[in-house]
């Protein structure tokens, strides 16, 4: 077996490939040994991934092109070889906010378009009074994340770069930011939303996977001239992420998987509420009304995992958000940020 291979991911519920590779054997089966490192951030994944304390990270789809193009950050070629989801987020309302939505007669659980343009209509109404803009998180700037919320918010009416202030944390942290009343909502994966839910935080008013369809959102990226695109061992890594994303989507495996995901070096939350996050079945308030999607998040099917389709999307959204301008020559940089030579050759 080769020298172990350093991995770090974010403990959100789209970890669950790699969780499952190593807990269940199926690295070992390709003759792998990893090392998963649990870390706090976004920003400070990609700078050990960038610094080569890891061989490969969980990363959003967007922060690998983003890195690779030096867009706001130092610039360091990435490969994300393997798409490891679609969806999983969701946009959570501080319960705070409840008390504005019920003085303009609105309910933000009846359906995301409702809630949006309820949002509009509490900034609009806190904008007349003289009141500080909403302060809404997200998990980075280069994010699906970001582009689902400023999506919530134009549909709803609002200007992102205007209307309210976007800021960014780290997911662990996004429900203790809004206990401190830091901020007044948040678009994160699971299971932080529903985490902010049972603790009675706030109130999941959008599903992501309701706000846009099929989102790519987590990949394996590793350094473009790292030890994963050298040899053999990467197409083993995805070959065993392939038969672990299959083992995760069995909700036959929901009771082990949870379990192992739960653990305090993993998520280090409630196998309960990673459950439902896996199942669709989400609680949208202590009441437990519920939302359920089968698709809220989707870790197998035919083509998934081969990261070329993503690029168009990605580069739309950040031209729409203003981070580039040149289109055509960012199209050309993530069509190799998210070659599928590797996931080919794994037989993906």
Not at 126 to 152: D, E, M, N, P
Not at 209 to 214: H, I, S, T
Request: proline share 6%; charged share 20%; glycine share 8%.
């Amino acid at each position: 077996m080769s020298a172990p291979l350093n991995i770090g991911f974010l403990p959100l519920t789209d970890a669950a490939p790699l969780i499952a590779a190593v807990d269940f054997g199926f690295a070992q089966a390709e003759g792998l040994a990893i090392t998963l490192h649990r870390d706090v951030s976004w920003a400070n994944l990609r700078d050990r991934l960038m610094v080569g304390q890891y061989d490969a990270a969980h990363m959003l789809a967007p922060l690998a092109l983003a890195a690779s193009l030096g867009v706001g950050q130092a610039k360091c070629p990435l490969r994300a070889p393997f798409l490891l989801n679609l969806n999983g987020n969701g946009i959570t309302l501080s319960k705070r906010l409840l008390e504005d939505f019920a003085a303009i007669g609105c309910d933000p659980l009846t359906d995301w378009m409702t809630a949006a343009r309820g949002l509009a209509d509490v900034v609009r109404a806190r904008q007349a009074t003289g009141a500080s803009r909403l302060t809404l998180a997200t998990v980075h700037l280069f994010s699906a994340h970001t582009y689902l919320l400023r999506r919530f918010l134009r549909v709803g009416g609002l200007d992102p770069d205007g209307d309210v202030e976007l800021v960014v944390a780290p997911p662990p942290f996004m429900v203790d930011f809004m206990d401190r009343g830091l901020i007044d909502g948040f678009c994160v994966g699971s299971p932080w939303n529903s985490l902010a839910v049972d603790r009675g935080r706030g109130v999941l008013v959008a599903l992501g996977c309701e706000v846009l369809a099929d989102v790519p959102e987590k990949v394996l990226a590793m350094p473009a001239q790292g030890r994963l695109t050298r040899d053999g061992e990467g197409v083993a890594l995805l070959r065993a992420l392939g038969q672990a994303c299959v083992f995760v989507a069995d909700p036959a495996n929901r009771a082990d998987l949870t379990q192992a995901m739960s653990r305090p070096d993993r998520l280090d939350c409630p196998a309960e509420v990673i459950a439902r996050t896996l199942s669709g079945r989400l609680a949208l308030d202590q009441h437990r009304a519920l939302r359920e999607r089968a698709d809220f998040i989707r870790f197998a099917g035919p083509g998934l995992h081969r990261p070329d389709g993503c690029a168009p999307w990605i580069v739309e959204q950040m031209v729409e958000a203003g981070q580039i301008s040149d289109r055509a020559g960012t199209l050309e940089a993530a069509e190799t940020v998210f070659a599928a030579d590797l996931a080919l050759a794994a037989g993906l």
